[in-house]
């Protein structure tokens, strides 16, 4: 035997011990993730006691495959908190080629984006972020032929991860995009709950999967579940950690078309805050509760104005189940199982369990016409189904959209919201989720605009400001924060959740 193959066999069970310390080192959420809550499990920009910043894209670009999927680009924005500049490195992972290497020079209290279709073009791409400072964020705009949506990339890997609404109609295209930015492979179990079934449903081929080390896959949900409006998934790693994301879309065959890329959620809570939700003509609201845990959960959905708390409804959601709660104007009031009526347009909703179970809650926001299959609209609201890469086409003076989002589980007095190039204002919210009163500042990057806004309990207060640029919110006491933006005359409704900044709770 050659002293090289000697050398060799001797370094293995170092590197791979290396490999597992790395993972421990790196991973933040305990081994039973339906316990794991607090701020180690959300995304937060590092402080000062934090030398660097990474972060983790999952979606950063996507081809259509004749195996499924869709098309979407990725305008990766890296937002620099701290006074002095810095150069970041970004890194472009493809399960189809070698790791591609890009640098960003970012100036301080600033946002810079890069396209990331002028440096690939792979089937799927994922993007590792690094900066040699703390105060940095990543997030993206991405657009499909259905739409765009806003993402924040993540700051943690994590076991455990939770999607709390996707829908596998005809009509509909739901996928998860696993990242595993680890030296080592994960090994995950998929599950799955649903609005008509009882309890949860784990396919045999998505229990053991393998995500390759520093590496992505794609998995089409709807290949593997039942034709359903309502889906929830958990995905736990029995080895490694990953990063998640949710990506759904509708075609318009039904009338509805929408787009929606977000980071599914490695947190569970009792209370959940959803700052911003619009209701009126062509505008929907549901509320998602997914319950991981065995217990059954009592719950109660509670609307919020400027004034504090209003209506609200109490549901159950059982072990491993999930349900959906209605949110629907006041003049259709009726008596109804989980519908939340309010004459309210513009409001946010909390969500928490009186029992102490922990829950995950998102909130589902529609525009535009809202036929499924088999509840079709109008045949004039009907699209053609759009073939590769053509542009979707939407009749005159027609707004369509979907935007699926988890709330916040807690809150913090520090919040970067990053707030892209779009047309027209984007409507910022901020939600007081203590029952003292709050005095916030709204602060602009880049420019000497400074807003006060004074928060009754547990109210929540909407402002508009333009895009294309980066605001800080800076409260007293804490506060959840985040934006939500329609595109004018086109296929596109936005939600932009808020980063919070370590050690700002």
Known sequence: MSFLKVLVRLALPGLIAFGFLIDDRIQVVSNNGDEATGLETENAVPGSDSLTSTWYCPTAHSRELDTGGVDVRTELIVSNTAAEPTRVTIYLVSPTSARRLVHLQVPGLSSRSLEISDHTSDELVSALVEAPISGVAASRRIHSVFGSDVASCSSVVAKSWYVTSGDTQADAMSQLVVYNPLPIDAVIDLSFASEA?????????????????ANTILVDIGAH??????????V??????????HIQTFNGSSGRVGFSTKLATASTSESWYHPVALLGENKRVSIMIFNPTDLVADVEVIVVSDEGKGESVVTSVGSYDVTEVQVLPKEEEKL??????????????????SDGVPIV???????????????ESPEQELLPISEGEEELRLPVGRNSGLSLTTGAPSGSRDWLLVLPDVPGEVLVAIENIGSSKVSASVIRYGKRQRYEVKLASFATEHLRIAGGTTIEVNSDSEVVVSAIHQEPKGAGLSSISGIKFAGGS
């Open 197 to 213: 079934e009882v309890g949860s449903y784990a396919p045999s081929e998505l229990v053991g999967l393998v995500v390759p080390a």
């Open 361 to 375: 809650s998102g909130i589902e926001l529609t525009s535009g016409p809202k036929g499924s299959p088999g509840k």
């Open 336 to 353: 109804v199982a989980n519908r939340l009526f309010t004459s309210l347009e513009s409001f946010g909703i909390i969500v928490e369990t």
């Open 225 to 234: 579940v039942r034709r359903r409006d309502v889906v929830s998934t958990a």
């Open 236 to 245: 736990k790693a029995r080895l490694g950690s990953v990063v998640v994301d």
